[in-house]
């Protein structure tokens, strides 16, 4: 057997031996030769461990190592490894803010800002009224001033940076006072203890996990004490026998006690929910109303902006923010300031900014709507040859908001549901994970199901084309 596997190793072609292929030498000039060369050293190192691995006589006579089956793998091969990693995936898992398949998607007019700043120069950091060099902050700190009404603000590459930053600056070599109901774990493993130990603030815990008083806090303090800390628990609920202490209540405290008071906001909202149907989730211009300090936000969550982390409260504090080593390593660059001025922007009107970004959109989404996509998908999916193959209805279910921002919303949906006749769901599930592009749903109860809340309406003909695409006895 041994001499066998030798004899077919010895028929495994040179790489310069397929670099001459015909097949091989038509994309030459299509794509670099380097990528090609290493498609053709990956193709005969699968053979070769096809070969080795190769166990019974009649095992080795199944393994093709023909000159046109080579040729299509390495084909193949070169297509795959020319095409970009990041693609667009189309969302129709019911998950608003999908931290696997990147948070928020962005308004059409935020995404028309980015590409003109981005293909071109800007006037980043050179103030054009002036002719002189200028602050890549002052224009986004004059709208985020406008909008939530505070003193100053800042924006940084995301909301964990704007915590570490905002720690290190206010709090140097003190103690930070934290509630143990409020040292919270989010996706990444981002621990509030983790991060301030990156920091030169000192974890101050009080309280117990369930209920912590105003007491607590007011015991805490002492000559070391530098900052106060509220943490918002937007990723959990706690419920029962618990215990939490106002913002209100630690403003004042920390204003008797000359101690500033910082609130980790998280997920950013900026708009009343309530209005909408939804569960109450705490607004940033409420925080500064209340008279925090500082308050800190995600701008790719409830916000529905690029990734980043906003700062905004006294402009004392933030001044010492700005002066902090950390600022420059996580500074924000010319794409994300363009995107988060756009969709900014957009907030001096609450209408068009719930009619616009994405995130607000599918938040507020009411069932005549969702109705309406549905039967519309349904339609043109029923008119396809595929349809024999499943049972396809329109169901009521729930979607989910997602990154962590209001744990106990569900929101009533509608959702196309196809069951398969012949079909495993599974097979189903990865038919549509592997098109181009990538449509994600879910499976239930032997089910696939495309949640229209997420589903944007341009996305339809390629659902609808992936449908069509799938086969009897396909597995």
Known sequence: MQDKKQKFLRNLPSVEELCQLEEIKEISDKHPRSLILGSIKRVIDAKRTEILEGGKDSNLKQIDLSSKTLAELILEDVELSSRFCLIRVINATGVIVHTNIGRSSLADEVVEHISSVAGSYSNLEYNLALGKRGSRSDNIVAILR???????????????????????ALSPGKEV??????????????????????????LREVGTTNKTHLDDYASAINENTGLILKVHKSNFKMMGFTKDVSLEELVKLGKEKNIPVMEDLGSG?????????????????????????????SGDKLLGGPQAGIIVGK????NLIKKNP????????????????????????????????????????????????????????????AASLFDIEIQKSTSEVGGGA??????????????????????????????????????????????????????????????????????
């Open 177 to 202: 006072i934290v509630s143990r109901g409020e040292l919270v774990e989010i996706g990444g493993s981002f621990r509030i203890p983790d991060i301030m130990r990156k920091t030169s603030a000192i």
């Open 269 to 297: 909202n900026l708009i009343d929910l309530k209005k909408y149907g939804l569960q109450d989730e705490p607004t940033a211009q409420e925080s500064i109303r209340k008279g925090v300090d500082v308050v800190t936000f």
């Open 406 to 475: 209001l744990p106990l919303e569900e929101l009533p949906t509608r959702v196309v549901s196809i069951k398969p006749k012949s079909l495993s769901v599974d097979s189903v599930e990865r038919h549509f994970r592997s098109n181009d592009p990538p449509i994600l749903g879910r499976i239930h109860k032997d089910q696939f199901l495309f949640d229209l809340r997420t589903v944007d309406e341009r996305d339809y003909q390629d659902i609808v084309q992936a449908f069509n695409g799938l086969k009897p006895h396909q597995e």
């Open 326 to 385: 950390f600022h420059r390593a996580v500074r924000i660059d010319k794409m994300t300031l363009a995107g988060m001025e756009a969709t900014l922007s957009l907030y001096r009107d609450e209408e068009k900014a719930v009619s616009a970004i994405p995130t607000l959109r599918m938040l507020t989404m009411q069932a005549e709507e969702l109705e309406r996509r549905a039967e519309k998908l349904f339609k043109e999916m029923k008119k396809t040859e």
């Open 146 to 168: 406008e909008i939530i009404g505070a003193e100053s603000a800042l924006v940084v590459n995301n909301n964990a940076a704007a915590v570490l930053v905002s720690l290190d």
């Open 315 to 318: 402009e004392s504090c933030i």
